[in-house]
Every structure is written in C-alpha cells, then in structure tokens.
Nanobody, 125 residues
Framework: QVQLVESGGGLVQAGGSLTLSCAASGRTFTHYAMGWFRQAPGKEREFVAVIHWSGGVTYYTDSVKGRFTVSRDNAKNTVYLQMNSLRPEDTAVYYC??????????????????WGQGTQVTVSS
C-alpha cells in the first residue's frame, strides 16, 4: 500500500482557484489509479474524480466537470486536483485515495484504500 498526504487547501472566494496535491510514499504508486473525494459537514464522503495509473483516463462527478482537473506526475509520486470557478458548495474536506486493484472505473468509497488525512477547502460567497 501507499501512504498519502494531501496539501494545498485553504480559504478562497467564490470564482477563485486552488490546486490540491497528494504526495504518495512507496514505490508502488504507479500501480494505482488515484481518486479524490470530499466530505462536507453532515454529509457523506462523495466521489470527485479519479485518474488511471497511466494518467490517460479520467472521470469526474457531474458537479465538477469543466471546473476541476485531475492529473498526476508518476515521477514525483504526486496526484493533483486543479479546482477552478470554485463555488461555496465545493466547501469540504478533500481526500485522496488509492483505488484498490481490479476496481478501475468504480466511484465507490469502499473500493478505495490508503486514504490521506484530508485538506480543508473553504469557498466564501
């Protein structure tokens, strides 16, 4: 498994941008598809985006399509989430996670493992 540490969260005004990073330790980072999830207060953790281990395929939840971009740099063992046109409803703790082998395409939380500690994103109106 990999160990994950997110960074880059903060407070931003609506319409602004943030880039989250997720640094992975371990030599097997390239074996995993990587996902981003978020959890707002009082709500369940929800899928945001996922990127194939190759970086060549990505999926997004509908509410962030066209605004968020997931990418990865396998040489740096890092996955990114570029967030543009942020809205107050994007406020949440954002987590990265490694997708379990054989689960490519799944958006189910239980199909991800090795979660990071999360980073807070707050969007003010």
């Amino acid at each position: 498994q990999v160990q994950l540490v997110e960074s880059g969260g903060g407070l931003v005004q609506a319409g602004g941008s943030l880039t989250l990073s997720c640094a992975a330790s371990g030599r097997t980072f390239t074996h995993y598809a990587m996902g981003w999830f978020r959890q707002a207060p009082g709500k369940e953790r929800e899928f945001v985006a996922v990127i194939h281990w190759s970086g060549g395929v990505t999926y997004y939840t509908d509410s962030v399509k066209g605004r968020f971009t997931v990418s990865r740099d396998n040489a740096k063992n890092t996955v990114y989430l570029q967030m543009n046109s942020l809205r107050p409803e994007d406020t949440a703790v954002y987590y990265c996670a490694a997708q379990a082998p054989g689960r490519w395409g799944s958006r189910v939380t239980a199909h991800f493992q090795s979660w990071g500690q999360g980073t807070q994103v707050t969007v003010s109106s």
